[in-house]
């Protein structure tokens, strides 16, 4: 399993001075990763006038939802579009109101109490980490309220499963990418939540998500899903995981006597300003809030099956719905035939628009119009070129002729190849390969392209006479047309023409690109070629690629005919990770090529050995484990190493971990054992590394525990605290900084007792983040202060800072009452050390109570560090908006005293990220230029 990584909380201590400035520290583990920025101007334009006009239904009482769009994974930049969407179509409808809080103090019991639905907009990787946030988010929906998740709502709660069956299922990858337009069917046309589009199937620019995990139509109500009939949204197998290609958009789902309604529209701005899609997300956040009954049984039980309403066949979206008629019911096609490139493109738009929405018969009206016009002996070549554009995107056998006669002319010659290239049937290859007979040499090159992507076998007796051409730029691409056909014939031509020197490596290549065609296709005829390009090609390059081809195309044969060419070190490293790929895709029985290579391992080069081992630990598949083993014996380090890499990732037992186990005793082989012991997949491997903890010396002791940090095995807490009180250096460090990595917050008495033991100032860093990590897990805001402040009177100097940072992440009244106190104390020295802590704890609690000491503080130099730290603070925090940022920099420059704390805060503002920052920091740059020139007058 990949390793969880947490972000150490540096807590760096100043000494006392005025001019010292805090350090950044990095972000804390629950902080938004950045800020979110206001909306364009237009774009609010654009929601605004798509905005629903009123609710379908009439709220039961005033709704409050919290909308949390916080983001630990990948940021949408939609956001702001999509929060302005959802606010605004509360306000004007007035079937809810909005409460955005991105904190995940948020999703605390009391607080949450306040509100009757969540909806997550966009949030990615959220951890939910704190139990007691979990268990608040799973009673909230249950007890009767509703939970909404837009887009990546389905992107979180990685390693909590429970969540992931409360929204309905989980993002897996996305195949269909932001800029398609995508065919979306309503599962249930009749559906009260589906009527917003009007019983129609639609398109639209979307990224849409292979869901995975709990989704099941047995589980929740399926709304809308990919309209998979339609060629535009076929991808490869390869990137499908669904077997069932069931690729579900939108669902709702009962959820104990609350609701769930998730829609994965929402990555692209549009989608907020599209109003069918609008008017959907307001029917379902209805539902959620229970304001709108919907049949929400799920979708497999239903009797008999709804049927489906499909997208129409044309990819025209929901925002281009135009009305062509207007196009063909005017003179606009006519206006076309004096088009000249440069003129304005609005008449090209509007063909464009009336092209995307056509039926069949439309598009055959488009196609006899643009003959029509083409046919006109005054027409431009820049009509001429957009004809042929268009041409190619709908037209048939009819445009021929006109295309081919366009193609005779340099001028024209490229669009109309291009479209002559796009319209199927034997009339355009026809009328290809007679322009190899009668166009210019100049044209040829283009025509040939066109042919090649065609690969028609009728051609190749147009194509050969090219080949002894005196231009050999035109003998080379007919050599590669001849390529690119493949059949039988044009792998003859190739290898019947006597090449001159200049062509004799392009007809190499073109000869096994032909083979390799024909191979694929079953011909032994290639696969031979294939073979002789191996034994007798001119360069090392052509053998290689003569190969990789045979591998491909023949399976295990190929196999066996390449498996000598892995004995040569040179060969050997380059085809190597293809052979492997190429044997664990096919027979991996005992009498198959990877048992043949198995069994050959140790005499094969050690460049080569390590090129087999990468690639078996990058294919991570357990038949590659016997391999494995076999690179445990090699003498040569750097293959025993990669070996033990690969064995952790494609080991699949405790059995296959001892080797890795033996690892740790040898200093050389122990960085390796670790990380692969820290990737095996292996049911009981934790408790089996746990059993040898106690009995094993201490440097692998100290292995074990980076192990059990790196898997996060809680269950090795106990051991990890045990041993940070050792001698063993290597042991007790290793020892803290498990710690830091499996504390919960029940383990903060266990911290409290291990300060004592801290050491080292590496061993200090790992406990403090272990002691804020703790602090964080807690939801009992109130005994956690009163412990921190019982810590607080016996604490060293360096662990009272670590207490009083900690202080400041705890929510409560409890915990600021203990930093006012300690803010009052009577010590200088100690006040100050409070102020320091505050500004290394980089949050909006601490920076609270800087800006109170800097306002208001009874000493100079207090209120400078307190300026500074509350300066710095907001800085480095990413969860406050622009406009926080600029209102705590305004109010941090009434309180600044010296040019030296002006000058920061200005800094500070340039580092704003829109345009009232700036603005903001150049009004501040005015008054102290202004301040400094009356300053400079007064006698």
């Known amino acids: 399993m990949k390793p969880l990584r947490f972000v150490p909380l540096a807590l760096t201590l100043l000494a006392a001075g005025a001019g010292s400035l805090v350090a950044q520290s990095a972000a804390p583990v629950d902080a938004p990763n950045r800020a979110i920025p206001d909306i364009k101007p237009e774009n609010a334009a654009k929601v605004d006038a798509a905005l629903p006009a009123k609710a379908l239904a009439t709220p039961k009482k005033p709704r409050l939802i919290l909308v949390c769009a916080r983001t630990e994974g990948f940021f949408h930049t939609s956001i702001p579009t999509g929060l302005y969407a959802l606010k605004r179509m509360g306000e004007q409808t007035g079937a809810y109101r909005v409460e955005v809080n991105n904190e995940m103090g948020a999703f605390a019991p009391e607080n949450l109490k306040r509100f009757d639905g969540i909806l997550f907009l966009n949030t990615t990787q959220l951890k939910f980490q704190n139990p007691a946030h979990r268990q608040a988010l799973i009673d909230f929906v249950r007890s009767g309220k509703g939970l909404i998740g837009i887009h990546a709502a389905s992107d979180n709660f990685p390693t909590w499963l429970e969540g992931q069956a409360l929204m309905g299922g989980v993002f897996h990858s996305h195949p269909w990418v932001a800029a398609d337009t995508v065919a979306v069917k309503l599962d249930e046309p009749d559906h009260v939540l589906n009527r917003a589009f009007g019983g129609h199937g639609f398109w639209i620019p979307e990224e849409i998500y292979q869901i995975v995990g709990p989704y099941s139509r047995e589980k929740q109500r399926v709304l809308t899903s990919l309209d998979m009939s339609k060629p535009n949204n076929q991808r490869p197998a390869k990137m499908l995981v669904r077997a069932d290609r069931d690729f579900p958009i939108g669902w709702i789902k009962p959820e104990g006597s609350g609701r769930v309604f998730y829609s994965s529209l929402g990555h692209n701005d549009q989608t907020f300003w599209t109003p069918e899609v609008l008017q959907q997300y307001l029917d379902g956040i209805q539902y959620a809030l229970g304001d709108l009954d919907a ?97 190619s995107r709908i037209g048939t056998a009819k445009s021929v002729s006109l295309l081919a006669q366009w193609s005779e002319s340099a001028e024209t010659a490229d669009p109309a190849i291009r479209a002559l290239t796009e319209i199927p049937g ?74 001159p020197k200049t062509l004799v490596d392009r007809r190499g290549w073109a000869l096994i690109r032909a083979a390799a065609l024909r191979a694929a296709d079953g011909d032994a005829t290639g696969a031979a070629e294939l073979r002789a390009a191996i034994a007798s090609a001119p360069t090392f390059a052509q053998k290689r690629a003569a190969a990789e081809e045979l591998i491909r195309t023949t399976g295990a044969a190929g196999l066996k005919d390449t498996q000598p060419l892995l004995t040569s070190a040179e060969m050997g490293s380059v085809l190597g990770s293809a052979w492997l790929r190429a044997a664990v895709a096919g027979d991996t029985s005992d009498h198959g090529p990877l048992a043949s290579l198995t069994g050959g391992f140790s005499a094969l080069p050690p460049r080569v050995q390590g090129v087999l081992l990468f690639a078996a630990t990058q294919i991570a598949q357990k038949p590659l484990v016997p391999l494995a083993q076999q ?140 002691v ?168």
Request: aromatic share 4%.
């Open 631 to 770: 690179g445990l014996k090699s003498p040569d380090r750097d293959v025993r190493l990669a070996a033990i890499s690969a064995l952790g990732a494609c080991g699949a037992s405790v059995a296959d971990a001892e080797p890795l186990i033996a690892g740790l005793e040898s200093k050389d082989d122990r960085p390796s054992a670790v990380d692969a012991l820290s990737r095996l997949r292996a049911a009981g491997i934790d408790d089996h590394l746990r059993s040898l903890q106690s009995k094993s010396a201490p440097a692998v002791q100290a292995a074990l525990l980076e192990i059990a940090g790196n898997r996060i095995d809680r269950a090795s807490m106990t051991f990890a605290v045990n041993c940070a009180g050792t001698q063993d250096r290597e042991l007790r460090q290793a020892a803290f900084k498990a710690v830091r990595v499996l504390v919960q917050g029940e383990d903060l008495p266990l911290l409290f007792k291990l300060q004592s033991q801290v050491k080292t100032a590496a061993e200090r860093r790992a406990w403090s983040d272990a």
């Open 426 to 499: 034997d009339e355009a290859d026809a009328a290809l390969a007679a322009l190899l007979r009668t166009a210019p040499d100049a044209v040829k090159p283009a025509v040939l392209s066109g042919l090649s992507l065609r690969r028609p076998a009728k051609a190749v007796s147009a194509v050969t006479p090219l080949l002894k051409s005196e231009d050999p730029a035109l003998a080379g691409a007919a050599l590669d047309c001849l390529a690119r056909i493949g059949s039988p014939d044009a792998l003859a031509a190739l290898k019947s023409f006597s090449a």
């Open 295 to 391: 049949p929400d049984a799920p979708s497999a039980g239903l009797s008999p099956a709804p049927q489906p309403a499909l997208a129409p066949e044309q990819p025209v979206a929901l925002l281009e719905r135009h009305d062509a008629e207007r196009i063909h019911n005017s003179d606009t096609l006519a206006k076309i035939a004096a088009y000249r490139e440069g003129d304005d493109t609005f008449l090209l738009k509007m063909v464009d628009s009336g092209l995307r929405q056509s039926d069949a018969a439309g598009r055959a009206r488009f196609e006899d119009d643009l003959i029509q016009v083409g046919s006109r002996p005054t027409l431009s070549p820049g009509a001429k070129k957009e004809i042929s554009n268009w041409l």
């Open 772 to 939: 804020m990590n703790a602090v964080r897990f807690r939801s009992d805001a109130g005994p956690v202060a009163e412990l921190l402040d019982q810590q607080l009177a016996k604490a060293s100097p360096e662990n009272r800072l670590v207490f009083i940072a900690a202080l400041s992440v705890i929510d409560g009244d409890q915990a600021d009452a203990a930093i006012d106190r300690l803010l009052r104390d009577s010590s200088v020295e100690r006040r100050k050390e409070v102020i320091r802590a505050l500004s290394s704890a980089r949050n909006a609690r601490a920076a609270k109570h800087l800006i109170g000491v800097a306002e208001t503080g009874s000493d100079e130099t207090e209120r400078i560090l307190a300026l500074r730290g509350f300066v710095d603070s907001y800085v480095a925090m990413t969860e406050p908006r622009p406009a926080e940022k600029i209102e705590a920099y305004r109010r941090a420059w009434k309180a600044a005293q010296r040019d030296e704390e002006r000058d920061a805060i200005i800094a500070a503002m340039d580092q704003v990220e829109s345009l009232d920052g700036r603005k903001a920091a150049r009004e501040l740059r005015e008054q102290r230029t202004a301040a400094n020139r009356t300053a400079a007058r007064t006698p």
